[in-house]
């Protein structure tokens, strides 16, 4: 309903503005364009874009790139608008256009977008209720072909949860998956890595890591074991969440295609007998696991001598 009253004023504004190309301007107060193919040329394009809009109400989450280019414009004619209003160019009665033009579609039309992210970049969940962590670790195996049960019956397992492979924070902790290890190792434990694709489809993302011990779950049914959901738009676009993309973009990092959920927030783990011994559930997208944090952290508590100093 939001796309078809959109696509219904745009049109409506594309007639306004080629049938009466001078009214908006006497109805300010301005001086007339003295080329008014220009004014009608942008009622057009305008045009253009609600037939768009019609189009995408029959599918909105199928046709969001539609829907993403009404989203981009509301953006620019608010902002315009509103700029010129500020600085006089405009007289305040032209708030009313910054209101009609712009600020009434950013809103539902920025709800719209996200239900697509969530649709197009969301895997969703395989059984209405999760799995427990008892029957996750008895299905699910690491690539040396032991399930995590039996993993960690002996020893204490460090579970790192990757979000998708092409995310750049992902790529970081990639980098430093050598001295990771050297971590676990000191630690007496096992560092595995829990991704979702499909076994063997990882190792391409390893590199030169790829006798790390990892676990295949393409459904995500161990991330909801464990309690890892979805992350809200803050936890995956917030400003924290730009600030270190962009200093990871700095360092090299970069961004690839998206290999997994892209909503799934990540996470780490100390596990052993069945039980969660200490955790560190990611508060945004770009937290990454502090295995020595999480190490120190249950030594400070009672039961912590269990693991090697």
């Given at each position: 309903?939001?796309?078809?009253?959109?696509?219904?004023?745009?049109?409506?504004?594309?007639?306004?503005?080629?049938?009466?190309?001078?009214?908006?301007?006497?109805?300010?107060?301005?001086?007339?364009?003295?080329?008014?193919?220009?004014?009608?040329?942008?009622?057009?394009?305008?045009?253009?874009?609600?037939?768009?809009?019609?189009?995408?109400?029959?599918?909105?989450?199928?046709?969001?790139?539609?829907?993403?280019?009404?989203?981009?414009?509301s953006l620019i004619s608010?902002?315009?608008?509103?700029?010129?209003v500020i600085n006089g160019?405009?007289?305040?009665?032209?708030?009313?256009?910054?209101?009609?033009?712009?600020?009434?579609?950013?809103?539902?039309?920025?709800?719209?977008?996200?239900?697509?992210?969530?649709?197009?970049?969301?895997?969703?969940?395989?059984?209405?209720?999760?799995?427990?962590?008892?029957?996750?670790?008895?299905?699910?195996?690491?690539?040396?072909?032991?399930?995590?049960?039996?993993?960690?019956?002996?020893?204490?397992?460090?579970?790192?949860?990757?979000?998708?492979?092409?995310?750049?924070?992902?790529?970081?902790?990639?980098?430093?998956?050598?001295?990771?290890?050297?971590?676990?190792?000191?630690?007496?434990?096992?560092?595995?890595?829990?991704?979702?694709?499909?076994?063997?489809?990882?190792?391409?993302?390893?590199?030169?890591?790829?006798?790390?011990?990892?676990?295949?779950?393409?459904?995500?049914?161990?991330?909801?074991?464990?309690?890892?959901?979805?992350?809200?738009?803050?936890?995956?676009?917030?400003?924290?969440?730009?600030?270190?993309?962009?200093?990871?973009?700095?360092?090299?990092?970069?961004?690839?295609?998206?290999?997994?959920?892209?909503?799934?927030?990540?996470?780490?783990?100390?596990?052993?007998?069945?039980?969660?011994?200490?955790?560190?559930?990611?508060?945004?997208?770009?937290?990454?696991?502090?295995?020595?944090?999480?190490?120190?952290?249950?030594?400070?508590?009672?039961?912590?001598?269990?693991?090697?100093?």
């Open positions: 309903m939001v796309l078809m009253a959109a696509g219904f004023y745009h049109l409506g504004f594309a007639v306004w503005a080629n049938i009466w190309p001078h009214l908006w301007f006497d109805w300010m107060g301005l001086e007339q364009p003295n080329h008014p193919m220009l004014w009608r040329g942008v009622g057009l394009l305008v045009g253009v874009l609600g037939i768009g809009l019609l189009i995408a109400a029959r599918d909105p989450i199928h046709n969001w790139q539609l829907v993403l280019i009404g989203f981009v414009k608010a902002f315009a608008v509103g700029m010129a160019t405009l007289p305040v009665v032209a708030s009313w256009f910054l209101f009609l033009d712009g600020l009434v579609w950013i809103m539902p039309l920025a709800m719209i977008m996200w239900a697509s992210l969530q649709a197009h970049a969301g895997i969703p969940p395989s059984r209405r209720v999760p799995l427990s962590i008892q029957e996750a670790c008895s299905q699910y195996q690491l690539s040396s072909g032991e399930t995590l049960s039996e993993a960690a019956a002996d020893r204490t397992i460090a579970l790192v949860f990757l979000r998708h492979f092409g995310c750049t924070f992902t790529r970081q902790i990639l980098r430093s998956l050598q001295e990771m290890q050297a971590e676990a190792r000191r630690r007496d434990a096992t560092l595995v890595l829990v991704h979702m694709l499909r076994s063997g489809q990882e190792t391409q993302y390893l590199g030169d890591h790829s006798d790390v011990q990892r676990i295949a779950d393409p459904r995500c049914e161990l991330y909801r074991a464990f309690g890892l959901g979805k992350g809200g738009f803050m936890e995956l676009f917030g400003p924290r969440v730009w600030w270190r993309g962009a200093v990871a973009l700095f360092r090299g990092c970069g961004v690839g295609h998206l290999a997994g959920d892209g909503l799934q927030m990540p996470g780490a783990f100390l596990f052993r007998n069945g039980e969660i011994l200490n955790e560190q559930r990611a508060q945004s997208a770009a937290e990454l696991p502090d295995l020595p944090g999480l190490f120190d952290d249950l030594r400070a508590t009672p039961g912590g001598d269990k693991l090697s100093a």
